[in-house]
T-cell receptor, first 112, second 110 residues
Framework: DSGVTQTPKHLITATGQRVTLRCSPRSGDLSVYWYQQSLDQGLQFLIQYYNGEERAKGNILERFSAQQFPDLHSELNLSSLELGDSALYFC???????????FGNGTRLTVT | GENVEQHPSTLSVQEGDSAVIKCTYSDSASNYFPWYKQELGKRPQLIIDIRSNVGEKKDQRIAVTLNKTAKHFSLHITETQPEDSAVYFCAPNTGNQFYFGTGTSLTVIP
């Protein structure tokens, strides 16, 4: 168990809809990262937060947004969903910005 | 952003043989070099890491070597076992971001 909790585990929704993925980092970790992993693909970096502030943006679409709350949990919002958004979304946390990442078990999103 | 390449993309070895995966990166400011293992359907997990002031690090059957001048680091697995079969990712860290390589699918044949 990594200590990182992601909910829900599975999400099935229709095109055009909006969903929210939730992540609770490991106790004591201030950095939260979001990654997207499509079928048989690598890990695409989406966005990073550190202690409530956005620190880095990767290949995140404008339809996607995220935030980190004062209690350090984070939410990733995906809107106007398309079939191509179907993927496994991982959240990871770390103590500081250049320390090991601890991954949650991911949320599998299926857009039909 | 950082340009990260992994080679090979797939690797098959006989049980007991060694496996080597190489990761090249572009940003000379990278200072932390981890390797992650992802088994099918599971989350990536750190297996070994190295910092820029160290050339080599070993943990039982796994080792990582770093060549900062040439901007590459490698994962070495000796005496491979079937449970080593997985996808391996390098993820050099530059500043705030970890850029993951494209992954190497390792198959260990019993």
């Amino acid at each position: 168990d990594s200590g990182v909790t992601q909910t829900p585990k599975h999400l099935i929704t229709a095109t055009g809809q909006r969903v929210t993925l939730r992540c609770s980092p490991r106790s004591g970790d201030l950095s939260v990262y979001w990654y997207q992993q499509s079928l048989d693909q690598g890990l695409q970096f989406l966005i990073q937060y550190y202690n409530g502030e956005e620190r880095a943006k990767g290949n995140i679409l404008e339809r996607f947004s995220a935030q980190q709350f004062p209690d350090l949990h984070s939410e990733l919002n995906l809107s106007s969903l398309e079939l191509g958004d179907s993927a496994l979304y991982f959240c990871a946390s770390s103590v500081v910005q250049d320390s090991p990442l601890h991954f949650g078990n991911g949320t599998r999103l299926t857009v039909t | 952003g950082e340009n990260v390449e992994q080679h090979p993309s797939t690797l098959s070895v006989q049980e007991g043989d060694s496996a080597v995966i190489k990761c090249t990166y572009s940003d000379s400011a990278s200072n932390y070099f981890p390797w992650y293992k992802q088994e099918l359907g599971k989350r990536p997990q750190l297996i070994i890491d190295i910092r820029s002031n160290v050339g080599e690090k070993k943990d039982q059957r796994i080792a990582v070597t770093l060549n900062k001048t040439a901007k590459h680091f490698s994962l070495h697995i000796t005496e491979t076992q079937p449970e080593d079969s997985a996808v391996y990712f390098c993820a050099p860290n530059t500043g705030n971001q970890f850029y993951f390589g494209t992954g190497t699918s390792l198959t260990v044949i019993p």
